[in-house]
């Protein structure tokens, strides 16, 4: 069982060489409160196998899901409560190190009513006829 994660691990990694990198991160490695967006789940240690990534899947840890480091256990250690949708757990480090995620995108901005507003008081304001005189 541990040569076939190896070995998964070598041909991931080779095959990740010609495709093009994002700026992919793990999660144990985020600093508490900081959230991020799931890239993908990989074996990242001998001590984790199939049945362990797919139960991380199943919990939630898909690509595109939201996530939040919110603190680590007693040191800065174990557990880390992690925050997935709305579902809080508390993973082993080497549970955190198989979930790759990438920095969350700011928020598109709204359009408004008004090509010239900035704000939305703006954009109603402009949107509204002025009373007359």
Known sequence: MIENLIRM???????????PMTPATRLDQLPDGTRAIVARVVSASPEVDAVALRRLGEIGFIPGEPVQ????????????????????????????????VEPERPAARVRTASP???TAAEA??????EPAP
């Open 124 to 129: 109603v304001r402009t949107a509204q006829p």
């Open 69 to 100: 480091l919110l603190r680590r256990g007693p040191g800065g250690r174990e557990p880390l409560a992690v925050l997935v949708g709305d579902t809080l757990f508390a993973l082993r480090r080497v549970e955190a190190q198989c979930i790759e």
């Open 9 to 19: 691990q070598r041909v991931g990694s080779t095959a990740a060489l010609h495709l």
């Open 116 to 118: 010239g507003a900035t």
